[in-house]
Antibody, heavy 121, light 106 residues
Framework: QLQLQESGPGLVKPSETLSLTCSVS??????????WGWIRQPPGKGLEWIGS???????YYNPSLKSRLTISVDTSKNQFSLKMYFVTAADTAVYYC?????????????WGQGTPVTVSS | SYELTQPPSVSVSPGQTASITCSGD??????VCWYRQKPGQSPVLVMY???KRPSGIPERFSGSNSGNTATLTISGTQAMDEADYYC?????????FGGGTKLTVL
């Protein structure tokens, strides 16, 4: 059974870089049938897609965040990562990683448990 | 940019049918999926390709998509179905989420 686990610091200072890693177990991140995504949820609010990456490295980013993002994949570690630059308090959220499927539509399943990130000095 | 609109809240009595809508321009031409999120938990996929249920999702969950509106229907709603529900679609290489609907079973 595929499982995803987010990891990274829970507290980041304003203007610094948020770095998160998603470790994938129970399956290969190199499968061409899937892609890998990051989604976040600010406290008390809805879901916001951050971006996605295919195992070969092609990426798609939320246009509103694109200038501050880098998503990468490390097939040797079966992990993918998120870097968000110049964070502000508005980036405080629970960050989820998930596996995506493209097949007459796009959906995420399963999701990781999520990791809370607070941006504060 | 493309937008998906959901009602903030829907209430239903136990055993009755709950319908949660998701509206977007010409939505019928996109494939919609739905997630259920209970407090403190990660979202769980409950419907994909408009009307397909993942394994483990009860048959009382069904989906449709016509015109500008996709609908998630829960028949014989149970207390355990109380949660936030989000629709999601794909447009121009971006993932779009609806704002979410809080389903209350009372």
């Amino acid at each position: 059974q595929l499982q995803l686990q987010e990891s990274g610091p829970g507290l980041v200072k304003p203007s610094e870089t948020l770095s998160l890693t998603c470790s994938v177990s129970g399956g290969s991140i190199s499968s061409s049938s899937y892609y890998w995504g990051w989604i976040r949820q600010p406290p008390g609010k809805g879901l916001e897609w951050i971006g996605s990456i295919y195992y070969a490295g092609s990426t798609y980013y939320n246009p509103s965040l694109k200038s501050r993002l880098t998503i990468s994949v490390d097939t040797s570690k079966n992990q993918f990562s998120l870097k968000m630059y110049f964070v502000t308090a508005a980036d405080t959220a629970v960050y989820y990683c998930a596996r995506g499927t493209t097949d007459n539509g796009n959906w995420f399943d399963p999701w990781g448990q999520g990791t809370p990130v607070t941006v504060s000095s | 940019s493309y937008e998906l609109t959901q009602p903030p809240s829907v209430s239903v009595s136990p055993g009755q049918t709950a319908s949660i809508t998701c509206s977007g321009d010409k939505l019928q031409y996109k494939n919609v999926c739905w997630y259920r999120q209970k407090p403190g938990q990660s979202p769980v996929l409950v419907m994909y390709q408009d009307r397909k249920r993942p394994s483990g999702i009860p048959e009382r969950f069904s989906g449709s998509n016509s015109g500008n509106t996709a609908t998630l229907t829960i028949s014989g709603t149970q207390a355990m179905d109380e949660a936030d529900y989000y629709c999601q679609a794909w447009d121009s290489n971006t993932v779009i989420f609806g704002g979410g609907t809080k389903l209350t079973v009372l």
